[in-house]
Nanobody
Framework: QVQLVESGGGLVQPGGSLRLSCVPSTSIFNIARMGWYRQAPGKQRESVAY???????NYADSVKGRFAISRDNAKNTVYLQMNSLKPEDTALYYCNAWLFGLENWGQGTQVTVSS
């Protein structure tokens, strides 16, 4: 099992930007896929974006063109750059990692988009 530590959430106005970070307790090279999910109140958890060990990325249609996922191997960190934020992006954002066939979750970081 791997521990995932998220940071970077907060309150931002519509149109603003935030960058989320996720640091795993093991080397990022051991992890097949890392990504971000989000869950808004009263809604199901949904995939936002993920990046594989070879750098392939995938995005939910709702965030394409606004969010970008990346990984910094030297810092052992995965980032989610979120631009042009909308009120509907408000949610608890969770880091997710697949390691040796097991799914791991972080504790979540809150993102609130409001004026």
């Amino acid at each position: 099992q791997v521990q995932l530590v998220e940071s970077g959430g907060g309150l931002v106005q519509p149109g603003g930007s935030l960058r989320l970070s996720c640091v795993p307790s093991t080397s990022i090279f051991n992890i097949a896929r890392m990504g971000w999910y989000r869950q808004a109140p009263g809604k199901q958890r949904e995939s936002v974006a993920y990046i594989t060990s070879v750098g392939s990325t995938n995005y939910a249609d709702s965030v394409k063109g606004r969010f970008a996922i990346s990984r910094d191997n030297a810092k052992n960190t995965v980032y989610l750059q979120m631009n042009s934020l909308k009120p509907e992006d408000t949610a608890l954002y969770y880091c997710n990692a697949w390691l040796f066939g097991l799914e791991n979750w972080g504790q979540g970081t809150q993102v609130t988009v409001s004026s």
